[in-house]
């Protein structure tokens, strides 16, 4: 719940947010988890073009 309603709190799509963070956590390193936090975290594909320019 308390999950859900941060991201709520942060203006993202609760089950968009969930399934991504879900999806990437496995995988994803450590020390920087701290970007899949509702208030730095930004979907997949906004991710990707972020890190080509």
Do not use: C, Y
Request: hydrophobic share 50%; aromatic share 6%.
């Amino acid at each position: 719940m308390t999950v859900i309603e941060n991201a709520k709190l942060n203006g993202l799509d609760p089950l968009a947010f969930l399934a991504d963070i879900l999806d990437r956590i496995h995988d994803h390193k450590i020390n920087r988890l701290d970007e899949l936090l509702p208030w730095n975290w930004s979907p997949v594909a906004a991710a990707i073009s972020n890190q080509a320019a």
